[in-house]
């Protein structure tokens, strides 16, 4: 009987790790405490603009990434990629975090038109986020594919960004990974791309 018991023991616990091991979140394992205070002032940002701009008063986070992807799907035919977030409030944003966060996930680096230069950011793919990336990407095959597909390309293609709209149902957006994900993603898109580029209204200080 004492044997039983000991075995019941044993494999309880065996249960309990494993369901630990499950809920981790996965972005605690490559950040240190500071760099997590900013990743929490980053999702802040993107969730409070985006749920400001999608979402009834008492409709919890779920159901407004579900009218997120919808609204992002009708943006796409309309040939647009991205959000309506304002590059100088992203700036705002990367001037709140420390430098050696942001330099974990992003780089610099410049786009061109005829007539202006913009400030754009890249995915750094030296840096802790695509490890985070690489992770996440065990728990979910959206997110391999998107690691793979950047990590070869060196980039992030409209075509992977359509994917991710696409297959945004799929994505469970209780799991504070996936939501730093996407706002991570959809940060560098749409400063990528800004709004007021497309609208011809830029201002100066968003040219550099």
């Known amino acids: 009987m004492r044997i039983i018991l000991r075995l019941l023991f044993y494999i309880q616990i065996f249960f309990s790790i494993l369901g630990c091991n499950e809920q981790l979140i996965i972005r605690d394992k490559y950040f240190n405490n500071e760099q997590i205070k900013d990743l929490d002032i980053i999702l802040s940002y993107f969730e409070n603009e985006i749920f400001s701009k999608v979402c009834l008063q008492n409709e919890n986070k779920k159901e407004c990434y579900t009218k997120l992807f919808s609204e992002l799907k009708e943006n796409v035919q309309k040939g647009y990629f991205g959000l309506?977030?304002?590059?100088?409030?992203?700036?705002?944003?990367?001037?709140?975090?420390?430098?050696?966060?942001?330099d974990e996930i992003w780089n610099y680096n410049k786009s061109y038109t005829k007539t202006n230069t913009f400030k754009i950011v890249n995915i750094n793919f030296q840096g802790k986020y695509m490890l985070f990336l690489y992770d996440l990407g065990f728990k979910h095959p959206i997110i391999k594919d998107y690691y793979e597909k950047i990590n070869f390309s060196g980039d992030i293609s409209p075509s992977l960004i359509i994917g991710i709209?696409?297959?945004?149902?799929?994505?469970?957006?209780?799991?504070?990974?996936?939501?730093?994900?996407?706002?991570?993603?959809?940060?560098?898109?749409?400063?990528?791309?800004?709004?007021?580029?497309?609208?011809g209204n830029v201002p100066n200080s968003d040219i550099k």
């Open 165 to 199: 709209i696409n297959s945004g149902e799929k994505l469970n957006t209780e799991d504070i990974d996936i939501r730093q994900f996407l706002a991570i993603h959809y940060i560098t898109i749409t400063y990528q791309l800004p709004m007021e580029v497309l609208l």
């Open 84 to 102: 309506d977030l304002s590059s100088k409030k992203i700036d705002s944003i990367f001037n709140k975090i420390n430098k050696s966060t942001f």
